[in-house]
């Protein structure tokens, strides 16, 4: 089982930035798809930015040109770079693992708060 834990949530203004970072377990983490996604209460839950093993990279359009996915594959880490976020970026952000075994792991989410 792949455990996938999110952090660096938190509060930030309107303008400012944040960066996201999602941790996954395995040896074959450079193999996963690693994504972002967003929700808010009563909402389902939004693309945001996906990065492949390749570093091939895809945004929503929402955010394209803001926020930034990138990976570290020697820390198992992905990341995602959040800048000039908006009141609309508030949400619960979840990091999930795309597996060779065409398997998706989902982490707890970590709260983005903007304040406008």
């Known amino acids: 089982q792949v455990q996938v834990v999110e952090s660096g949530g938190g509060l930030v203004h309107t303008g400012g930035s944040l960066t996201l970072s999602c941790v996954a377990s395995?040896?074959?983490?450079?193999?996963?798809?690693m994504g972002w996604y967003r929700q808010v209460p009563g909402k389902v839950r939004d693309f945001v930015a996906l990065?492949?093993?390749?570093?091939?990279?895809n945004y929503a359009s929402s955010v394209k040109g803001r926020f930034i996915i990138s990976r570290d594959n020697a820390k198992n880490t992905a990341y995602l770079e959040m800048s000039s976020v908006k009141p609309e970026d508030t949400a619960l952000y979840y990091c999930?693992?795309?597996?060779?075994?065409?398997?998706?792991?989902w982490g707890q989410g970590t709260q983005v708060t903007v304040s406008s």
């Open positions: 999930s693992a795309y597996t060779p075994a065409s398997k998706t792991h």
């Open positions: 395995g040896d074959d983490f450079s193999q996963y798809a």
């Open positions: 990065i492949t093993p390749g570093m091939f990279t």
